[in-house]
């Protein structure tokens, strides 16, 4: 069963953790849901295995199957969205004493 809620946009995209019961089943899913991962797949401790899957909240419940566990961790847009917020719009080069330096060649204006 899910623990996935239908909250965000349906085109954010979500960073989910999806939990089969074995390597069999997990590539079975993986293969007929042509599902977008990251970072490899672990082994827990029951003997189950994991992988982070990014997807929409409309591609949920193709992953939603018996002996499979899907769990959102976040959505992923939103991480993104937050991030690009942080990135000043000013030119980081402007003032003349702002010229990086270093081992390169300092060109004339």
Sequence with gaps: MSAVPNEP???DVLRLRVTAKDPETLRALLHETRSDTGGRPHVEADGSIGIDVYAT?????ALEREDVTVTRIGN????????QAEVGDGDLFA???AVPHGLAAKLAR
């Design 9 to 11: 946009s349906h085109d």
């Design 57 to 61: 909240a409309a591609q949920v419940p």
């Design 76 to 83: 992923a847009s939103e991480a993104g969205r937050a991030a």
């Design 95 to 97: 003032a003349d004493d």
